[in-house]
């Protein structure tokens, strides 16, 4: 974990902060024999001392240094998996969206139904309201505003039948075959359904809003309440 790195971090700066003065000891060990300060018999115990402790240090240091480059290539292997992962998932995600806009003439038709569907409701309710500016405390915007909203909600909520697909497949048997593919088959129904919905919307709800507000002239109601 980046806990355990960081430990092992600060303490290979810790060893490698003991190397350093152990060179320094074996260095002023040598100037003080050199300048008569030290016997030989107390010069050659030190100097293996130090050369103990020199290669005792090395060894540690290594050692750490080794856990270190593990972890790191450890944690590449684990950033690299996941960018697999993602872009498997996301490869996936484009080929249903592509899917979703392949029949043109269904787009087209659900398009055209929707807004059919919109317009009919307008005449409908404009002639429920003529005379009156309310109908139990809503004004004619307002209840437009509902039918439209509803109509939206209808149309995400049949955008996600992918993800209610799932006892077709436990009943058809067709979920053994999908457990044992490369992928999860849950994330693939979400994919599934997030890119449903994301198609009925570009391609059929933005423009029945577009048609609502722009069109028909419909205003967003002034009370925050009624949303």
Request: glycine residues 4%.
């Amino acid at each position: 974990s980046r806990q355990d790195n960081l430990i092992l971090a600060e303490k290979l700066a810790r060893l490698q902060q003991e190397k350093e003065k152990c060179e320094s000891d074996r260095f002023a060990n040598v100037d003080q024999f050199m300048a008569g300060q030290l016997d030989k018999e107390v010069y050659q115990r030190k100097r293996a001392d130090f050369g103990r402790l020199a290669e005792k240090l090395d060894a540690d240091i290594a050692e750490l240094e080794q856990k270190l480059k593990a972890a790191e290539t450890m944690k590449d292997d684990n950033l690299s998996q996941a960018l697999s992962v993602m872009k498997k998932y996301f490869e996936m995600f484009k080929i249903e969206i592509k899917t979703n806009i392949a029949y043109r003439f269904q787009i087209w038709a659900r398009l055209l139904g929707d807004i059919v569907f919109i317009v009919m409701w307008y005449f409908v309710w404009k002639g429920l309201y003529s005379g009156t500016n309310e109908v139990y405390g809503k004004n004619f915007s307002e209840t437009i505003l509902y039918v439209v909203v509803a109509q939206f909600l209808i149309t995400i909520n049949n955008a996600g039948s992918p993800l209610w697909g799932i006892d077709v497949d436990i009943s058809n048997g067709n979920i053994a075959n999908e457990l044992i593919k490369p992928y999860n088959f849950i994330i693939k129904k979400l994919i599934q359904c997030v890119s449903s919905s994301i198609s009925f919307f570009l391609l059929s709800s933005m423009w029945v809003f577009a048609v609502t507000f722009f069109i028909l002239k419909v205003e967003l109601p002034s009370n925050c309440t009624i949303w």
